[in-house]
Nanobody
């Protein structure tokens, strides 16, 4: 069983930055693919970024590519999402997820992730 706790959300102005953190319990953190998803009011949950357990296996949604960076610290069992050049359309609840996910297309699919955090609100004002 893995428990995930997100932190770092809040209010930012357009063009600003925020860094989200997701702390995971469990000793097998390094073997999980870690993902970030988000859900805006009235919209479906969408993929943001993922970092697989093998080096060099990070992917991003086109909408955040070049602005967001996912990273992990296996020693701290923590995954981060650095968000720069924020836009009002980035406003959403952001969720951290973990799972033994199929490499590649599986990263985008929320159903492939077994564990989820409670979410943290990110609000970007124009």
């Amino acid at each position: 069983q893995v428990q995930l706790v997100e932190s770092g959300g809040g209010l930012a102005q357009a063009g600003g930055s925020l860094r989200l953190s997701c702390a995971a319990s469990g000793r097998t953190f390094s073997m999980y693919t870690m993902g970030w998803f988000r859900q805006a009011p009235g919209k479906e949950r969408e993929f943001v970024a993922a970092d697989g357990w093998s080096a060099g296996s990070t992917i991003y949604a086109d909408s955040v590519k070049g602005r967001f960076t996912i990273s992990r610290d296996n020693a701290k069992n923590t995954v981060y999402l650095q968000m720069n050049s924020l836009k009002p359309e980035d406003t959403a609840v952001y969720y951290c997820a973990a799972g033994r996910v199929r490499y590649g297309l599986g990263y985008y699919n929320s159903r492939e992730y077994e564990y989820w955090g409670q979410g943290t609100q990110v609000t970007v004002s124009s």
